[in-house]
């Protein structure tokens, strides 16, 4: 890239008008600039610049949060360690350009939407990767574009919608609500959903989010693993994987009344940035930023202060891998950042080895995290 054209799209983004791919060049720049030619900016204008920068990429990707993987210093910290360190980003890797042809030649594609459709009957439909949801009412299920799945015939009194390792989707239920699946979850949900009194009752296992059609008649409740959640009408977060230790619930707007499921302990009810935390001694509750929740929602992964060993987790789900640590110690390590879901594995990969101590292997879809010791 040409420092006039770096000069072009930093202007830009300074007036809102810079494209994706604009974006994305400009991300690339900072992190790995290859110029041959001195920067034009003094360093003090180029903090400016990236800070304002910075900015705009947070009003665009993450609301207001610093989205890539920096260190936790300050902008003007931040520019001089590019500008001094610039060496590091360009020279080769520390482990040698084999090392990193590797980790691109066996590099791993993002998921896709896809899911399973199990009747209450035993008949099981294969969604399409080619729509991102389903809608179901009383008479027929159809794609998100209006395109039939099924006719309903009474067949589906249960239903379970399921994703694979890899795999998300959306399902609007009967009564208006909308569910996004993450990967290697499941939603089941008992019919009819519209009835005048009762209960809106669905079973989750993995992780959703919820916008739920509001309805002061009709409570709607998910169970999930010893968690049971009870709304009127709002938007949540379930994380409530197997091998995740706790199961969170996150909510984002309205309220949201949490109970330990089998066990007595008093309930909690949720305020707007709030996440009730279920523990086998009680249930925490905790102020967060709730879009760091429902990252995976917006097509990206999200960390903040995050174990190495609970970002990988959430990259075997969605990459369909396995991960080795050669070195215990390795997955104590922390990262903040984000990057986006639909960029191969290595994308992600290549940015944790910039912050870090750190360094990845992928072969036969299995990745190798190792300590680096400098």
Known sequence: MQEKEIKVILDKYKNGTATAEEKALLESWYLVHQEPEPYEFKIEERAKDLDTVLTNLDNAYYKNKRTKFWPRIGTAAAVIGLAI????????HPEGNGATKDLYAN????????????LAGGKAITLSDAHTGVIIDASQIKYNDGSLVK??????????VTTPRGGTYQITLPDGTKVWLNAASSLTYHMPLKERGGVRKVELSGEAYFEVFRNKLQPFVVNSKKMELTVLGTHFNVNAYNDETNIKATLLEGSVRVTSSGRNIPPVTLKPNQQAVVKESGIDCILVDAEDAIAWKNSLFAFDNEPLESILRKVARWYDVQVVYADDQVAKQRFSGSVSRFSNVSSLLEKLENTGPVKFEIKNKTITAKKIIK
């Open 85 to 92: 360190g610039i060496y590091f980003y360009t020279s080769p």
């Open 107 to 118: 590099d791993i594609a993002p998921g896709k939407n896809t899911a399973t459709l199990s």
């Open 151 to 160: 006719s309903a015939s009474g067949a589906h009194n249960e239903m379970t």
